[in-house]
């Protein structure tokens, strides 16, 4: 295995001016997609560590719309509203999952029109991890969450599916969910700093590789 091929997914963790109660921050190469947290990459000091891409216009992941749920989600959690936190943690990780499959799109080619496409034929969350994700990237996301270290992260998540929705739907078959306990909620939060972490591997395994052949690839990776 080459460097370059064991290097592909890392990223490094998040630090510097992030605190631990708060969304990280990653910045994004242009060129190539790569995300890392590592703040001199950030201020464009140096070329990318990935495709060795000049260091302008680093934006900033995730998205600040993402930021302000997760404000509002840790804010809740501290306020002791489990089933708000439960609710919203779970939005949360369909929108981020949204996020990183448009990437993926992007990264294969697709134009914002296909990307549109795409994702409103996949609406459900379980088309876009059982169907959409695999087609794309060649992996069931449960073994790519696997390989990146996350192996309970996809399983944990149904948990959390599942239990956001016997609270909200009505089951003609079980007895209606009344309230979310605090482990649940607990658990939610669990997952949510992981996202983070979980995604960001994944971008730099799926999308910044299928980006490199685009730019020159840095010494020694």
């Not at 930021?67 to 708000?84: N, V």
């Not at 034929?121 to 994700?133: E, H, P, S, Y």
């Not at 060649?138 to 073994?143: A, D, P, R, W």
């Not at 306990?181 to 730099?204: C, H, P």
Request: charged share 25%.
């Amino acid at each position: 295995m080459t460097k370059h091929q064991h290097n592909k997914g890392r990223a490094s963790e998040p630090h510097g001016r992030d605190a631990p109660d708060t969304a990280p921050t990653y910045f994004e190469c242009p060129q190539c997609g790569f995300l890392s947290a590592d703040l001199e990459f950030g201020a464009g000091n140096g070329p990318c560590p990935f495709c060795a891409a000049p260091g302008d216009s680093r934006r900033v992941f995730p998205a600040e719309r993402l930021r302000r749920l997760d404000g509002r989600i840790r804010r809740y959690h501290g306020e002791g509203e489990s089933e708000i936190v439960v609710i919203l943690v779970a939005a949360f990780l369909e929108a981020i999952l949204e996020d990183i499959i448009d990437r993926i799109l992007a990264a294969h080619g697709a134009d914002v029109t296909v990307r549109e496409v795409v994702l409103d034929g996949q609406r459900a969350i379980g088309g876009r991890i059982g169907r959409l994700f695999p087609h794309l990237t060649g992996e069931q996301f449960e073994e790519a969450a696997a390989e990146l270290g996350y192996s309970d992260f996809p399983a944990r998540w149904r948990e959390v599916r599942a239990a956001r929705n016997a609270f909200i739907h009505d089951s003609p078959f079980n007895a209606p969910q009344e309230t979310i306990d605090a482990s649940m909620a607990k658990q939610s939060m669990d997952l949510l700093g992981q996202a983070y972490r979980l995604f960001v591997l994944i971008n730099n395994r799926f999308v910044a590789d299928t980006h490199v052949p685009r730019c020159a690839p840095a010494d020694g990776l």
